[in-house]
């Protein structure tokens, strides 16, 4: 990630890659491909990307 510029980085780190594809399954291991941001990473990161962002608007909520 150090190569790519700026604009790029700030892309990546906002994406909540609402879309993704399996791209590759290795043993017991998939890696899936974001649709939006084109980042390719393994599918348990995914699931935890999704409980972070499920946690945060419960806390979100719980502070109305």
Do not use: Q, W, Y
Request: proline content about 3%; some cysteine.
């Amino acid at each position: 990630m150090a190569n790519l510029g700026p604009k790029r980085r700030a892309m990546v780190t906002a994406c909540r890659h609402p879309k993704v594809r399996i791209v590759s399954r290795h043993e017991d291991t998939e890696f899936v491909e974001c649709l939006e941001c084109g980042e390719v990473f393994d599918s348990e990161e995914f699931r935890d990307m999704e409980i972070e962002d499920s946690a945060e608007t419960e806390d979100v909520s719980d502070d109305s």
